[in-house]
């Protein structure tokens, strides 16, 4: 099995930034991708950034490009998600997420908060 445990969440003036952190422990061996989710109040879980088991490939959603960075230090088995230029828009809780043997995503963390205020 794989924990994940996030952190860094917050409330933060519009234009702020925040960066969230996920460290990983247990079986880290079996995780492949890495990557952030949301979910805002009444609205369903939806994509932010992925990373791959190295480092080297990233995505990010249209709503998030140019203004976020994922990032990975294996060393630490941890993700980052360096957020900038933040909108109210962006208040959700937020999700890490790792891919395991199934090629899925089935390792989920318990959520971070973040509250952007206009």
């Known amino acids: 099995q794989v924990q994940l445990v996030e952190s860094g969440g917050g409330l933060v003036q519009a234009g702020g930034s925040l960066r969230l952190s996920c460290a990983a422990s247990?079986?880290?061996?079996?995780?492949?991708?890495m990557g952030w989710f949301r979910q805002a109040p009444g609205k369903e879980r939806e994509f932010v950034a992925r990373?791959?088991?190295?480092?080297?490939?990233?995505n990010y959603a249209d709503s998030v490009k140019g203004r976020f960075t994922i990032s990975r230090d294996n060393a630490k088995n941890s993700i980052y998600l360096q957020m900038n230029s933040l909108k109210p828009e962006d208040t959700a809780v937020y999700y890490c997420?790792?891919?395991?043997?199934?090629?899925?995503?089935?390792?989920w963390g318990q959520g971070t908060q973040v509250t952007v205020s206009s």
């Open positions: 997420a790792a891919v395991g043997m199934t090629r899925t995503y089935e390792y």
């Open positions: 990373i791959s088991r190295s480092g080297g490939a990233t």
């Open positions: 247990g079986r880290t061996f079996s995780i492949f991708d």
